[in-house]
């Protein structure tokens, strides 16, 4: 849409959430386990810029209490290396939503218009 800036967040963003599940797919295996990609959530796309933070929120909120989950359940467990996996990813999580979290306040707070022209360009 011509939003360099957001695009270019959200772009390195979504490769560094790659990077995660291909580690946490490593240590599935590594575990004997099999990933079980085919049971992934509805793929959504927001029409407009709004729509696309949200969704991001949504999907964001998932990425902070999925791990958070797994670290107790590893530490309940005993599976150290689960865990040290896990936890270093949880800060990184919560920045990503708050960041979010900010956008849509500015969002809300400059209009749209505003905010939008504030994304253009590198």
Same mark, same amino acid.
């Given at each position: ?5 957001? $695009? ?12 995660? +599940?291909? /580690? ?7 575990? !004997? !386990?099999? &990933? ?12 407009? +810029? ?12 998932? /990425?902070?209490?999925? &791990?958070? $989950? /797994?670290?107790?359940? $590893?530490?309940?467990?005993?599976? +150290? ?6 936890? &270093?990813?949880? &800060?990184?999580?919560? !920045? ?16 749209? /218009?505003?905010?939008? $022209? ?5």
């Amino acid at each position: 849409w011509g939003f360099d800036r957001l $695009a270019s967040h959200l772009r390195d963003d979504s490769i560094d959430e790659m990077r995660d +599940v291909e /580690a946490y797919m490593d240590r599935v295996l590594l575990l !004997g !386990g099999l &990933p079980n990609l085919q049971r992934l959530d509805a793929f959504q796309v927001g029409e407009n +810029v709004r729509e696309v933070i949200d969704l991001s929120i949504t999907l964001e909120e998932g /990425a902070v209490a999925q &791990p958070r $989950a /797994a670290v107790q359940l $590893a530490d309940q467990s005993g599976d +150290v290396g689960t865990s040290e996996l896990l936890s &270093p990813k949880m &800060p990184e999580e919560e !920045g990503q939503l708050e960041w979010l979290r900010i956008q849509r306040s500015l969002l809300d707070q400059l209009g749209e /218009a505003l905010y939008l $022209a504030g994304q253009v360009g590198e």
